[in-house]
């Protein structure tokens, strides 16, 4: 991705200078202003970009260190991709113990963003499964940060979109599998308490657990969908990994998200499970990251970019914030073609800004629209807040600083811990 610009291509950046780091032992480089760490620049606000400052690009920080085979302990640059890892490690039996929607995330942006999976509800964050990282400062200090070793600045850093120093390295612990297939069981709900219902049964029984949802569809059909479950595999032979990788080879002139395009993809969407529940053994790709099969997707919303919004709702009154919203982006006549629905599990991650609580968590992509879009999005907000939920840093652009400080009410107890020569778009934004 440019480093100019985040995934969802808004805001853009026009005044910013890209220092790329390539050795973990190598003090800082000088810079201009502030900086800001710069992983593969799959977030999709303004968390990754810094206007008018540096920008400290890690994926040149690509090396392993150490990996234990044994016991699935890995030690690496935080410039390694998730992707990377899968590539050495599932062949060996290991699997990352948490990961988001894209592989294309490196270590430190995970790190970082203290990403969530499909698993939150049995394994929680990304942070939970990190043993330590080093961490370097702007004035050249560096501190190992573990749960149990300077564990406030391992809970200010887990989460902290970078503003606490650079991470140059970690030691994370994967999971053991038996092989690369997922066993997956697809549910044709038919509105949001089916959802609701289909969450609660599957929690005990499987380690995965998402949903698409018709975010167009009203009334009776409000909040239709397919609720996906499922569990690694046992050992055996199972479907190939996918090898044609599509490409949106340009940007269009205009999104080709419209209104019309959204309701007849969505219809046939949600009908083409002729079933109301199929089973299938697939490779791990398809049912982990279904995006990353297109390569430049972004690019489908024309040259405007989107937002993609994700908020997370508290399980008492889930369903009635849930309706609201979807009730409002439904009326709106806007979405995407994959709204994504599932439920966090009770734990909380000790990051002091990390976004995965318990409830609901809705994510949409929305096509840039300029005042409509925005008068949406801050429509949500009201509901977000009146429930008492937050929405996630790594996927906003535009939320008010007034409403982060809700969302997250320890966000000052992070203050000590910054960085004082490092700064983002986003944390301007919502602190000044």
Excluded at 125 to 146: A, I, K, P, Q
Excluded at 228 to 252: E, M, W
Aim: with cysteine; aromatic share 12%.
């Amino acid at each position: 991705m440019s480093p100019g610009t985040s995934w969802g291509r808004y805001p853009q950046a026009q005044n910013q200078r890209v220092i790329a780091l390539r050795d973990r032992h190598a003090p800082l480089p000088a810079f201009e202003g502030t900086a800001l760490p710069y992983g593969n620049g799959r977030s999709y606000g303004d968390s990754c970009l810094n206007d008018g400052g540096t920008l400290l690009a890690t994926r040149g920080l690509d090396r392993y260190i150490g990996f234990d085979p044994a016991t699935g302990v890995l030690r690496c640059e935080a410039g390694v991709l998730l992707s990377d890892i899968l590539d050495f490690a599932v062949a060996q039996g290991w699997f990352l113990p948490v990961t988001p929607g894209t592989k294309f995330v490196t270590v430190g942006g995970a790190i970082a963003n203290d990403v969530h999976g499909k698993n939150h509800h049995v394994a929680g964050c990304f942070s939970e499964y990190v043993d330590g990282f080093e961490l370097l400062r702007s004035d050249g200090t560096r501190r190992w940060c573990s749960p149990s070793e300077n564990a406030d600045w391992f809970a200010a850093t887990a989460g902290g979109l970078g503003l606490t120093g650079v991470v140059t390295w970690a030691q994370i612990r994967l999971k053991r599998i038996r092989g690369a297939w997922m066993n997956i069981e697809t549910h044709r709900f038919a509105n949001l308490r089916e959802f609701l219902a289909l969450s609660a049964a599957s929690e005990r029984d499987y380690e995965y657990t998402v949903a698409w949802i018709d975010c167009v569809a009203r009334g009776d059909a409000l909040g239709r969908g397919h609720f996906i479950r499922a569990n690694h595999a046992p050992a055996g032979d199972g479907p190939a990994r996918p090898k044609r990788r599509l490409s949106v080879p340009f940007t269009p002139p205009f999104s080709l998200i419209n209104g019309a395009s959204l309701r007849a993809f969505n219809a046939a969407y949600y009908h083409r499970q002729r079933t109301p529940v199929a089973h299938a053994l697939t490779h791990y790709e398809p049912y982990f990251y279904p995006l990353d099969a297109i390569g430049h997707w972004n690019r489908i919303y024309g040259p405007k970019g989107f937002l993609q919004y994700q908020c997370v709702v508290p399980p008492e009154g889930a369903e009635h914030a849930l309706t609201d919203l979807i009730e409002q982006i439904a009326d709106s006549g806007t979405g995407s073609f994959l709204a994504v629905l599932k439920m966090f599990g009770p734990g909380r991650s000790a990051g002091i800004l990390s976004f995965p609580r318990p409830g609901a968590t809705l994510a949409l992509d929305f096509p840039n629209r300029g005042a409509a879009t925005f008068e949406l999005l801050e429509r949500l907000d009201d509901v977000v807040a009146a429930a008492g939920g937050a929405v996630y840093p790594a996927k906003d652009a535009r939320m008010r600083g007034e409403r982060f400080r809700q969302y997250y009410p320890a966000w000052e107890s992070l203050r000590p811990y910054l960085d004082p020569a490092f700064s983002s778009g986003f944390w301007r934004r919502v602190t000044e």
